[in-house]
């Protein structure tokens, strides 16, 4: 985290501070990258929030095409969720992390199978970290039906936060 810090700041100064319309509007020309960074983020443990993005689709066209652009926020959200569920179900079978379970984590895995629902939904309707989250439910060895079933709240939360940006934001 410390290195993303830094990383930004350099940025920040070498080269927005010197013509940040020149970087807003290479940003705004190219919406390739943004739904790159989108996707990226939501895979490394949602670094920067969805709002942002839904706050740059509000601005960049119409109200139909901030539509699907916050359908398409919704899906990536869900699949990169399930995505890092599935990887943490790849460390919940490894031999070198069983052990790592039974000598570190002991009873955490059982806390979230048992209360695993309440995790998920609250990750999903909340800025927790939906990515961390569904890598730590994984890795519990929750079953892959009910975390994808439970998921779909993560659609709730895009509607929700999408119709009060839209509200705000509209010109």
């Known amino acids: 985290m410390a290195l993303l810090l830094v990383f930004y700041f350099l940025f920040r100064e070498v080269f927005i501070t010197h013509a940040p319309e020149e970087w807003i509007a290479k940003f705004y020309a190219r919406p390739g990258i943004i739904y790159l960074i989108y996707t990226a983020s939501e895979f490394f443990f949602g670094i920067i929030p969805p709002e942002l993005f839904m706050i740059w689709a509000i601005n960049k ?10 359908l398409f926020f919704a899906l990536v959200s869900y699949a990169m969720g ?24 002991k009873d955490s895995a059982k806390l979230v199978n048992k209360y695993g629902i309440f995790l998920i939904i609250v990750a999903a309707l909340t800025p927790l970290p939906w990515s961390a989250v569904s890598l730590l439910v994984g890795s519990a060895g929750y079953p892959s039906k009910r975390y994808l079933k439970y998921a779909l709240f993560r659609f709730l939360r895009f509607a929700v936060y999408g119709y009060i940006i839209f509200q705000t934001h509209q010109i």
Not at 83 to 101: P, R
């Open 61 to 70: 066209a119409d109200a139909l095409h901030y539509l699907f652009n916050l």
């Open 82 to 105: 399930y995505i890092n569920f599935l990887v943490g179900q790849f460390f919940y079978k490894n031999e070198t992390f069983k052990y790592f379970k039974k000598r570190v984590l």
